[in-house]
């Protein structure tokens, strides 16, 4: 049986490139029968998009520091993808993406916003409407928004009710869902990071330690405020600021803009500490066990994804605004039996689309 699984995996996002890894990687070591394969397809409508949105927010004087940056994390992505991800041998566009419907038994789309029209420039096909249907399935697939314009809300329920399977991400997007008419069961499920365990994680990440304490710091977009809090912290706790984001100009901490996916692994394994504002960030945090605290500054269901990881665990009060009560200690017991459970209905969840 040979399955296609159809994700953002060409974002230049450690997050996105995380949970591609460990969607495949977790069932191949579960399912062994089955070739499961990364449908290698270019959206144009994505494309365009982000080429759209680095115009925009350009700068000329910061434009050839930016072009260094990106040109090195597609570098260092590439060779993660290389050492660890299976494409397939096509590679698809809009107008081919049909022709995979021959190659592949199954389809999974998931997980990442792969629903959420604002990142996919409204493209239907990772709805996988060019798949027959009895092949369609979803994977902890989300939405990131609390509402989805009209036109969504009349194309979404048509195709979506032709599903086998439908999984989502977060209670809010299966609660969407419904209230557009989609009428079949949506399960909710853990993004694919979550599936493996800290050992898998730890035979990615290798055997490298870090001989200084430090307090880590991930970010995907600019807060200066989160990198002070961490500052103000590792200060008073005698610890270095290992900093991994957008660049922020900022004495006294160790930058890394572009570090091999692996060593932003090997940061939060050895953290004292992580502040973050990154969904995945708190993943790893959780799957790690790591105090940390996080900020999550947006009120349009972007950070939905995040504050459910955070309530499906008992730790809604890890975020800025709850930052006096961040000397807590967690109870990881409690916290790894939540996760474990929610593993194990997860696991289930892909056995059922598998034993066709």
């Not at 949506?186 to 050992?199: G, K, W």
Request: hydrophobic share 40%; proline share 3%; with cysteine.
């Amino acid at each position: 049986m040979k399955l296609g699984i159809l994700t953002f995996h060409n974002a230049l996002n450690f997050g996105a490139i995380m949970q591609t890894y460990a969607l495949q990687y977790f069932i191949r070591q579960n399912h062994p029968h089955i070739d499961v394969e990364i449908i290698d397809y270019r959206s144009k409508m994505l494309s365009d998009k982000y080429i759209y949105m680095e115009i925009i927010s350009g700068n000329k004087i910061k434009a050839p520091f930016r072009i260094i940056n990106r040109f090195l994390k597609k570098k260092r992505y590439k060779e993660f993808i290389k050492r660890r991800i299976s494409f397939s041998e096509s590679v698809y566009d809009d107008n081919s993406i049909k022709d995979a419907d021959i190659q592949y038994d199954l389809f999974i789309v998931g997980s990442d916003q792969v629903w959420n029209p604002d990142l996919s420039g409204g493209d239907m096909n990772y709805l996988l409407r060019f798949a027959n249907p009895v092949k369609r399935n979803s994977y902890a697939a989300s939405i990131g928004q609390t509402n989805l314009p009209s036109m969504y809300r009349e194309s979404f329920p048509p195709i979506l009710n032709s599903f086998n399977n439908i999984s989502v991400r977060e209670n809010m997007a299966a609660a969407l869902l419904k209230d557009i008419g989609v009428d079949k069961h949506i399960n909710v499920d853990v993004d694919p990071t979550m599936l493996l365990s800290e050992a898998e994680w730890n035979m990615v990440a290798g055997n490298r330690y870090d001989k200084k304490k430090y307090i880590f710091v991930y970010m995907v977009n600019c807060a200066e405020s989160l990198l002070n809090n961490a500052c103000d912290f590792a200060r008073n706790n005698g610890c270095d600021v290992v900093y991994v984001g957008p660049y922020i100009r900022k004495t006294g901490i160790r930058y890394f803009p572009n570090p091999q996916v692996e060593r932003i692994l090997v940061f939060f394994r050895n953290a004292e500490f992580v502040f973050t504002n990154s969904f995945h960030g708190t993943a790893f945090s959780i799957l790690y066990r790591k105090q940390f605290l996080i900020d999550a500054p947006y009120s349009d269901g972007r950070n939905e994804r995040l504050y459910n990881l955070l309530a499906l665990c008992g730790l809604t009060e890890r975020t800025i605004a709850s930052a006096d009560r961040m000397a807590e200690v967690i109870d990881w017991a409690a916290v790894d039996a939540i996760v474990e459970k929610e593993r194990e209905k997860s696991c289930k969840y892909i056995e059922k689309i598998v034993a066709r």
